[in-house]
C-alpha cells in the first residue's frame, strides 16, 4: 500500500467532543501529505446498512467505509450526517473523517451469515469511498474482495479517480458478480468545479477514468449531478459535457437538478453570495423558504433540453437506484421507464417489469 512505511502522523491526545460518543474510536491523526485532514480511526460493528425505502423493492443495502468527504462539495447533501457527531455540516464534514478501519472484515463476517440474501450493495451512496482518504487506508480492495466472495453483487458511485488502483479487483469481480461502476462529473468548468468541489479531481481526470474502466472491459455511467441553474444548464456546457462524456466512453448518463435539503441551503448560499452573488436572487426564488427541489417546471425544462443532446451524442439515459440514490444495480434487471424508449432501452435487455425509475418517485434525492 501506497503508505505503508511511513512515518506515523500526530496522534492526537483528545478526540473532538462529539467523538467521544464514539466507544469505537481507536484514535485520532493527522498527516502531513493531508493538510488539514484529521483522520478518526474507528472499530465499526457493522459495515452493511439497511436503507428503509419508500421504493417497491423491499431492501436496499450500502456500505460506508467513511464519514465525512475531503472532496468537499458545497452541495453534498451527506453533510448534516456529521451533526450527529457534534461536527458541523461545513468545514468539519470536509476535514474531520471518521474511517472504519476494520470495514472489510467485519462485512466479511456479514456476508458470510446464512441471513445473508445477496442483495445488490451500493457504495459511494453518502461519503465517496475513493475519496483522498482511500489512498492512505485502501479499505476498498477488502470490500471488493469480500462482496465477490460471498456473491454479491454491487455498485459503486465515486468522484476519484482512486478506482483505478482497484480496477484489476473489480475486473476479476465482475467475472463473479454483477459489477456496476459510476463515476459523478457534474462540472466542466475548470474554474467552477475547483470552487464548488474543492477536494475532487478534474474533471478531464475523472472522464480518462472512465475511458480506463472502458477499456478494462466494464461499463461505467456517467452522473451529471448536481446539475446547477443558472450555471451549468446552458445548452452549450451540456452540450460540452456530453461530447467529452461519449468521447470518454460512457455507457450511459444520469442526470438531475440541484437538491438544496434543510442543512445543506445555508452552507451552499454563503458559496453562492461568495463566488456568484449575480444568482442569489434567482436561486432564492428557485428554492424559496425550506423548498429543497427546483420546481417541477424547471425540471421538466431541463429534460427537454436535455434529451436531444443525449440523442445528438448518442448516450442512453441510465437509471440510478430510487433506494440509495447510486447506480441502479443492472442485477436487479431494472429498466427505465422514461419517456423515449428508443433512446433509453439498455441494449441486449429483455422488458420486465420494473421499479419506478429514479425521476418517478417524488423528492428522490442523488447524492452526486
Ligand atoms: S457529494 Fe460525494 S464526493 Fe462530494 S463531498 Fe459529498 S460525498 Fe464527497
Known amino acids: 500500500m501506497r503508505w505503508n512505511g511511513q512515518r506515523l502522523d500526530t496522534e492526537s491526545t483528545s478526540a473532538l ?24 480511526e474507528v472499530l465499526a460493528k457493522s459495515a452493511l446498512n439497511h436503507v428503509p425505502t419508500q421504493s417497491t423493492m423491499p431492501f436496499s443495502y450500502t456500505i460506508n467505509p467513511y464519514r465525512g468527504c475531503s472532496h468537499a462539495c458545497v452541495y453534498c447533501f451527506a453533510r448534516p ?39 445488490p450493495v451500493a457504495l459511494g451512496t453518502n461519503t465517496d469511498p475513493y475519496q483522498r482518504a482511500e489512498g492512505r487506508y485502501a479499505l476498498m480492495p477488502g470490500i471488493i474482495e469480500a462482496l465477490a466472495d460471498s456473491g454479491t453483487p454491487f455498485s459503486i458511485l465515486t468522484k476519484g479517480t482512486l478506482l483505478r488502483r482497484d480496477l484489476p479487483l473489480l475486473v476479476e469481480a465482475s467475472k463473479r458478480v454483477k459489477v456496476d461502476i459510476g463515476m459523478s462529473i457534474a462540472i466542466y468548468d475548470d474554474d467552477l468545479q475547483q470552487s464548488v468541489e474543492p477536494g475532487t479531481p478534474t474533471a478531464k481526470a475523472r472522464l480518462a477514468t472512465v475511458r480506463a474502466v472502458r477499456d478494462a472491459g466494464l461499463e461505467c455511467s456517467v452522473f451529471l449531478m448536481p446539475i446547477l441553474p443558472y450555471l451549468t444548464d446552458t445548452t452549450t456546457h451540456l452540450d460540452d459535457a456530453l461530447a467529452r462524456v461519449k468521447e470518454a466512453g460512457a455507457t450511459s448518463v444520469l442526470h ?19 463566488e456568484h452573488p449575480e444568482q442569489v436572487e434567482s436561486y432564492r426564488a428557485m428554492y424559496p423558504g425550506s423548498s429543497s427541489y427546483a420546481p417541477k417546471e424547471y425540471r421538466a425544462w431541463l429534460g427537454r433540453r436535455i434529451r436531444p443532446l443525449l440523442a445528438k451524442h448518442g448516450l442512453r439515459q441510465g437509471v440510478a437506484d430510487p433506494a440509495t440514490g447510486g447506480v441502479a444495480s443492472s442485477a436487479l434487471g431494472l429498466l427505465p421507464q422514461m419517456d423515449d424508449q428508443r433512446l433509453f432501452t439498455p441494449v441486449g435487455r429483455a422488458p420486465r417489469p420494473a421499479r419506478p425509475p429514479v425521476n418517478a418517485v417524488p423528492g428522490s434525492p442523488t447524492l452526486f
Open 17 to 40: 467532543p462529539g467523538l467521544a460518543q464514539l466507544s469505537s474510536l481507536v484514535r485520532s491523526v493527522k498527516s502531513p501529505e493531508f493538510a488539514g485532514i484529521t483522520f478518526h
Open 256 to 274: 438531475s437538478v440541484l437538491y438544496l435539503k434543510p442543512g445543506i441551503k445555508p452552507w451552499f448560499m454563503q458559496w453562492l453570495e461568495r
Open 81 to 119: 450526517t456529521h451533526t450527529y457527531l457534534d461536527l458541523d455540516s461545513g468545514l468539519d464534514f470536509d476535514s474531520q473523517i471518521v474511517v472504519k478501519v476494520n470495514v472489510a472484515e467485519v462485512l466479511a463476517k456479514e456476508l458470510a451469515k446464512p441471513s445473508w440474501a445477496h442483495h
